[in-house]
């Protein structure tokens, strides 16, 4: 039972696809989130102001809204489809494989006749978002038959439906089940959310604060590393121009006079190149390390 006295901020997770990424990025943040079992709805993590729940993402964003969570992660998609009154505290980009969005996308079959959303006209889709898929036909003048998937939606055409709209991040599913994408709905990255009542409270808004601040730099640290490196005081300043840097990069004295310690943070993506150009430019004893948190 949760100590009454205490501070405590009601934490809703997205259970299924984004769980293992979610837990990944917590822990990158700085709290370890661990459960019992495949099937246990009560996460446990190493801080007492924070009581966690898994939910599925389609749902989070209701709890949050009605007060039975104070903050959630669930896809701007789902607040949207649900129409929830919360306050976004943030976009959290991340994914359950990649760093792209997770797209809403119409598909069909192969072999289908459907180009575009105008050849919907009269036909049946099936999808979990049904509201936002209404608005999208409604916008495009298009009148179909939209029905609630329960799941394995891409199984369902063309034997029981004429096209899906289905949530996918490579479209490598969708390939293997035969199906082509036609359009793309929305793209959608998690959103970090906050019940209205719960970003008034003082002290639940700081806590919420402070969360978004970690996530954030966990991720800004994902596509970073941390460079370090010795050079001679006379080589400095060609060394320097070949260093890109999240802002100035940290010079230190060594031992000996003649020669500084170098340490940056860079885009992990150019390391390949600028380390060779770095020890062209005199660097000697380069260390590449990762990171956890980039904080702006």
């Known amino acids: 039972m949760t100590d009454k006295s205490k501070n405590v901020l009601r934490f809703g997770l997205p259970k299924g696809s984004l769980q293992e990424s979610t837990f990944a990025l917590m822990a990158k943040a700085g709290w370890k989130v661990s459960t019992s079992s495949s099937r246990s709805y009560l996460p446990r993590t190493d801080d007492?102001?924070?009581?966690?729940?898994?939910?599925?993402?389609?749902?989070?964003?209701?709890?949050?809204?009605?007060?039975?969570?104070?903050?959630?992660?669930?896809?701007?998609?789902?607040?949207?489809?649900?129409?929830?009154?919360?306050?976004?505290?943030?976009?959290?980009?991340?994914?359950?494989?990649?760093?792209?969005?997770?797209?809403?996308?119409?598909?069909?079959?192969?072999d289908s006749p459907v180009q575009s959303v105008k050849d919907l006209e009269g036909k049946r889709i099936a999808t979990e978002l049904v509201e936002m898929t209404r608005r999208w036909l409604k916008k495009n003048g298009v009148t179909a038959e939209v029905e609630f998937s329960w799941g394995a939606t891409e199984v369902k055409a063309p034997e029981l439906v004429d096209a899906i709209v289905e949530l996918t991040e490579t479209g490598s599913s969708l390939r293997a089940n035969n199906l082509r994408i036609v359009e793309t709905i929305v793209s959608s990255y998690p959103q970090l959310i906050a019940n209205k009542k719960a970003w008034d409270d003082k002290w639940k808004r700081k806590k919420i604060e402070t969360v978004a601040l970690m996530l954030r730099g966990a991720l800004a640290a994902e596509e970073k590393v941390g460079l370090k490196m010795n050079v001679s005081r006379s080589k400095l300043a060609s060394l320097l121009k070949e260093l890109p840097a999240l802002r100035n990069p940290t010079i230190s004295t060594l031992s000996r006079e003649d020669w500084v310690a170098v340490e940056t943070i860079i885009d992990e993506k150019t390391v390949r190149e600028i380390i060779p150009q770095l020890k062209d430019a005199g660097a000697e004893g380069i260390i590449e390390y990762p990171l956890n948190k980039v904080i702006y």
């Open 48 to 110: 007492d102001e924070l009581e966690l729940r898994l939910i599925r993402a389609q749902e989070i964003s209701r709890y949050v809204e009605h007060g039975f969570l104070d903050v959630g992660l669930t896809g701007a998609d789902w607040i949207a489809e649900n129409n929830s009154d919360v306050h976004v505290v943030g976009e959290i980009a991340y994914s359950k494989q990649t760093s792209n969005p997770a797209r809403w996308v119409l598909a069909v079959p192969n």
